[in-house]
């Protein structure tokens, strides 16, 4: 491959150090001489998260601290964390990209794929399985028409069999997004889906 | 925003909950209720003397371990080239516990109290509050509660215009059990994956970025200004010896009155059952409790009158734990309960140390077979065997965490698992509604 024009001026300027016993030539490039590359907007974010990013970035010695907050409040504003959004932060963090995306996979709550607007997590754990939460989660199956992790087709909800969310004093308990319902009965499960869908509709 | 109702009982002892309910996420609410007094006091006082209030106070960390508190204080170095960290564990995960929540949700600055206080014991100028990611509106709380106590002047630069300077930031997760495990904290903190490291070194040495760390639950730190301002000898009085205090019970399951109460140590279990949560509900009958979250082994209606202390727990054969009491009635298969308990581990496992990412893998399929009806006898002894080869043989303790109750399922009530085989279906459920499958003999 050939140097184009800008990298031909690096050469010049670099000073090259002989390695004689392998018959090279090494290039020392100061990084104040590389090229400056402008940094290319991939995904637009909300000014409350590029605040917030800004802000939190300040509270570590490291920068990679800030990620897996980041990406939770990136994917609430994306609905899940896109190819883009990966790039971006692994960008933005001196990260690779495998980095980003095996940190994703560790956490349940961090998504690739898309889903609901609402998605419903309805916890199945002790507590709240001794107090009905299998049918508080049969019953939204029945209701939505979906298995867990399943999508309804109008793009409304998303149904999540989730560990304990911590309200197992209040059993059985579910979450919307991140709103916390307790005490359920399969009548109160109903009308906060009926809620929902009409939020959702407008 | 859901506000979690509040039952009291007369025999609460309310020192971590005394604000709840009493609107003191308002700073100035806060400061009438002899908020930041403590801080104060503090800075008055020698690190050593701090150390030694909480280690007399007989404060053990209400996580799970039950590790003395004062004792882990002291474990970090008075000299240290790198900083050191406080770190306030909320990433409150463990099944049947339900209590950090409240504390963030009525609280907030006494746990940031209790971590300047920490901190100020073992001369660290930064502290993290971890909060774990279902919990967004308890984060945006905290968030408010540390804004309004920088622009004060309780943190930041010259606190309280003693020349000392304490940063206190917080941090989410999202979405991990392992993650409440204090070396999997520190990496999720540092932003990877919570995989938890090899100790010895101790956090108190080697933690947060190389830093000497102090990792305490919130509730632990929420505390410690109490005990700055009752004194040591009050706080150990309220509890048995080596055990002071009150703490936060969780009791969910079976009851009549499920809830949250702050009872003072060594309080009878039994008592707890029946008086403070109203008994079992429905006119059913105990079979068993699970004491102090799903990680510890399970109490039969016989073994229920214990005190609920760290020690006396430990005697009975089981762990005070986090302090999430799940109450089963007669109508509970066991079975299922383990089987259940097993697929929360299986899939909380990290992966990293192969005892624990196979045996609950193994754990829950071999349980799972069992409640349909598939099982064989042999398959008792190998659960049996197997939870007993994964303790111990894990970095951390989610691997002894799903051995250990399992264990005691077995051998409390073997003769539950023994009404599975033969092809039998669960006797606790309607017939058909479990899924036969054949038996391989």
Redesign the interface.
């Known amino acids: 491959m050939r140097p184009d024009s800008s990298q031909q001026s690096l050469l010049l300027r670099s000073n090259p150090r002989k390695v004689w016993w392998l018959g090279l030539e090494i290039h020392n490039y100061p990084i104040s001489q590389l090229p400056n590359v402008e940094h290319e907007i991939r995904v637009r974010l909300s000014d409350q998260f590029e605040q917030r990013f800004a802000e939190?970035i300040h509270?570590?010695?490291?920068?990679?601290?800030?990620?897996?907050?980041s990406?939770?409040y990136a994917q609430d504003e994306l609905g899940y964390l896109t190819d883009e959004l990966i790039a971006e932060m692994a960008e933005r963090?001196d990260l690779t990209d495998l980095e980003v995306r095996?940190?994703i996979s560790?956490?349940?709550?961090?998504t690739t794929k898309p889903r609901g607007k609402f998605n419903v997590q309805v916890c199945?754990?002790?507590?709240c399985?001794?107090?009905g939460g299998e049918e508080i989660l049969d019953h939204c199956k029945r209701k939505l028409g979906i298995g867990h992790k399943g999508t309804t087709r109008d793009g409304l909800f998303s149904l999540e069999e989730v560990?304990?969310?911590?309200?197992?004093?209040?059993?059985p308990a579910a979450?919307v997004n991140?709103?916390?319902?307790?005490n359920l009965t399969p009548e109160k499960m109903n009308r906060v889906l009926e809620e929902y869908r009409k939020n959702g509709a407008q | 925003?859901?506000m979690?109702d509040l039952v009291p009982h007369p025999d609460e002892v309310r020192i971590v909950s005394k604000r709840f309910g009493q609107g003191a996420i308002d700073i100035d609410r806060y400061l009438e209720l002899d908020g930041y007094k403590a801080v104060q006091t503090a800075l008055g006082m020698q690190p050593d003397a701090i150390i030694n209030e909480v280690k007399v106070s007989g404060l053990r960390g209400r996580g799970g371990a039950g590790f003395n508190t004062g004792m882990k204080w002291s474990f970090v170095p008075k000299q240290s080239p790198k900083?050191k960290y406080v770190l306030c564990n909320g990433d409150?995960?463990?099944?049947?516990?339900?209590k950090?929540?409240l504390l963030f949700e009525h609280d907030p600055h006494s746990v940031i109290e209790g971590v300047v206080i920490a901190g100020l014991s073992v001369q660290s100028h930064v502290g993290?509050i971890y909060i774990?990611?279902?919990?967004?509106?308890l984060s945006n709380i905290m968030q408010k509660a540390i804004k309004d106590a920088y622009a004060r002047g309780f943190l930041g630069q010259n606190i309280f215009g003693s020349g000392y300077d304490f940063d206190v930031?917080w941090?989410?997760?999202?979405?991990?059990?392992e993650v409440g495990e204090e070396s999997a904290l520190m990496e999720?903190?540092?932003?990877?994956?919570?995989i938890p490291r090899i100790r010895p070194p101790f956090p108190a040495v080697v933690g947060l970025?190389g830093g000497p760390t102090i990792i305490n639950n919130a509730e632990t730190l929420a505390s410690v200004p109490h005990i700055i301002l009752g004194g040591a000898e009050w706080y150990a009085s309220l509890g048995p010896p080596k055990n002071g205090g009150t703490r936060l019970f969780?009791?969910?399951?079976?009851v009549a009155r499920?809830?949250?109460y702050e009872l003072p140590m060594g309080y009878n279990l039994k008592k707890m059952v029946y008086d403070v949560a109203g008994g079992i509900a429905n006119g059913r009958r105990l079979k068993a409790v699970?004491p102090g979250g799903?990680s510890t082994p399970c109490l039969t209606a016989e073994e229920v009158d214990v005190p609920m202390d760290f020690d006396s727990l430990m005697k009975a054969g089981s762990m005070l734990g986090s302090g999430?009491v799940?109450v089963?009635d007669d109508s509970?298969c066991m079975v299922k309960?383990a089987l259940?308990?097993m697929k929360?581990y299986q899939?909380?496992s990290?992966g990293w140390c192969i005892p624990c990412r196979e045996g609950t893998d193994w754990l829950k399929k071999t349980l799972a077979r069992l409640h349909a009806g598939g099982g064989v006898r042999k398959d008792i002894d190998n659960i049996q065997y197997l939870a007993e080869n994964m303790l111990g043989r894990t970095f951390c303790p989610l691997g002894d965490a799903a051995a250990m109750p399992t264990i005691a399922f077995i051998k409390k009530f073997r003769k539950e698992f023994e009404d599975h085989l033969d092809g039998r279906p669960c006797p606790f459920e309607e017939q058909g509604t479990v899924e036969q499958l054949p038996v391989f003999a």
């Open positions: 939190m509270h570590y010695p490291t920068k990679r601290s800030v990620l897996v907050p990406l939770l963090l095996n940190v560790y956490y349940s709550m961090l199945t754990n002790i507590a399985m001794l107090r560990e304990c969310i911590g309200a197992c004093s209040w059993a979450q991140y709103d916390f319902y307790e | 925003m859901f979690a900083p409150e995960s463990e099944p049947g516990t339900c950090d929540r993290y774990r990611g279902e919990y967004r509106y930031y941090h989410g997760g999202a979405g991990a059990y999720s903190l540092e932003g990877r994956r919570g970025w969780c009791l969910s399951g079976h499920p809830g949250v699970v799903s999430g799940v089963l509970t309960f259940r308990t929360f899939h909380e990290c």
